[in-house]
């Protein structure tokens, strides 16, 4: 296969993104500002490639590897590229500078991808003037293992373009879900935000502590990890943020104090050695004590029920589909089953009825909001 695709950026998510590219046969140009942020991705690269070939899923590291090229230089990266994704800083003025010279050097390019988590697409096109062949597509973390790609329509996406994206999702051995709006937080952060903030307002307002949260989620719900043991292995720092730039583009919901105090302390979980449980030092990861008892007495639906309104909401006003929902909440959180499919199997009166507990023991009026989807 001759088609080359242009990963710009190689940090945590660039890199990935370029071996799953390479892995699926396409010709990869990596750029970043520096040569040895390069030089690590590349690393890095080898490392996981080790990790592929020792469960047979690739027979030959160097053949993949023959097919990533590195480069310091945008236009040598962009140069007869059939397809960009771009994976740089969460910056609005560095998108746009690479999407305006990726327009300029590359006009008959498929598409021009972004992975930004929390930026519009819309606005990283605005002021393109190929604006229709602007998407998100947004993976996850680690993007070589993570199944799962949001592909969002920004305003001014064509159907072709998205269409496009899917089908090279798909190529790249993902599984692709769409989002038709460009909505803050696209899906799996939506859901997650609203688990988060829940389940972090249930313990400020002392109704459970965060190993009765965290054990009933993962032993009554066959979560894969509690909301506070998650929250510190990602980091509080990111999803903070990543909350903060939701609610300043519209998302209705209030970010939980405790989260925006640990941020301020850099407080951050494993990387910094200490968030909502403590681990042996900076970067060391030690899994919290989670016993299964402790959740006993705590229902796990109390902070669920949001992610259920959240979804209702996501369907009702034709931003995702319901299959898409389930997906996503599958394979970009690691739920035994779709939020959707959780929600009606415990029915979704039994929900309603957490939900509006939830919001009078907060007194947050976003979950009077979300009451409504349910009718
Ligand atoms: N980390 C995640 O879990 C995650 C998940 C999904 C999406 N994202 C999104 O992916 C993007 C990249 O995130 P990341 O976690 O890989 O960040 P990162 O900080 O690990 O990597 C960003 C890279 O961009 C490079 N860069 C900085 N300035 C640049 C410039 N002017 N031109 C080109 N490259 C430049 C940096 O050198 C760095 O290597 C962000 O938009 C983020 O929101 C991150």
Not at 57 to 84: H, P
Request: hydrophobic share 40%; charged share 25%.
């Amino acid at each position: 296969m001759n088609e080359k695709v242009s990963v710009i950026g190689a940090g945590t998510m660039g890199h990935g993104i370029a071996q799953i590219a390479a892995m699926s046969g396409f010709q990869v140009w990596i750029y970043d500002i520096k040569e040895e942020i390069l030089f690590n991705a590349i690393e890095k690269i080898k490392q996981s490639l080790e990790k592929f070939k020792a469960k047979g899923v690739i027979s030959d590291i160097n053949e993949v590897l023959s097919r990533i090229n590195k480069t310091t230089s945008l236009e040598d990266a962009l140069k007869n590229s059939n397809y960009m994704i771009e994976a740089v800083l969460e910056i609005l003025d560095i998108k746009l500078q690479i999407f305006k010279k990726a327009e300029s050097i590359i006009p008959d390019a498929e598409f021009f991808g972004t992975n930004t988590s929390s930026l519009p697409i819309s606005e990283i096109s605005r002021e393109l003037t190929l604006k229709e062949k602007v998407v998100g597509i947004h993976f996850f973390n680690p993007p070589q293992l993570m199944k799962l790609v949001e592909i969002i329509k920004g305003n001014y996406t064509s159907e072709e373009t998205l269409n496009k994206a899917v089908i090279f999702g798909k190529r790249l051995n993902k599984v692709p879900v769409i989002v038709k709006k460009d909505v803050p937080g696209f899906i799996v952060n939506r859901l997650l935000a609203r688990l988060m903030n829940a389940s972090c307002q249930i313990v400020e307002n002392n109704v459970a502590n965060i190993v009765e949260i965290d054990s009933a989620l993962k032993y009554k719900l066959g979560f894969p990890m509690g909301v506070f043991e998650l929250a510190d292995y990602s980091g509080i720092d990111v999803f903070y943020l990543v909350f903060r730039a939701m609610k300043e583009r519209g998302f209705l919901g209030s970010i939980c104090k405790t989260f925006e105090k640990m941020y301020e302390e850099g407080k951050f979980g494993v990387k910094t050695g200490e968030g909502f449980y403590k681990y042996p030092g900076k970067g060391i990861y030690k899994k919290p004590d989670i016993p299964a008892e402790a959740g006993s007495k705590f229902d796990p639906w109390l902070v669920v029920s949001p992610e259920v309104g959240e979804a209702l909401w996501l369907i009702k006003n034709d931003i995702a589909s319901e299959s898409d929902i389930n997906t996503a909440s599958m394979l970009g959180l690691g739920y035994p089953k779709g939020i959707v499919q959780m929600g009606n199997e415990f029915g979704l009166t039994n929900v309603k009825d957490r939900l509006k507990k939830l919001a009078e023991i907060t007194g947050k009026k976003e979950y009077d909001y979300l009451l409504q989807y349910f009718e």
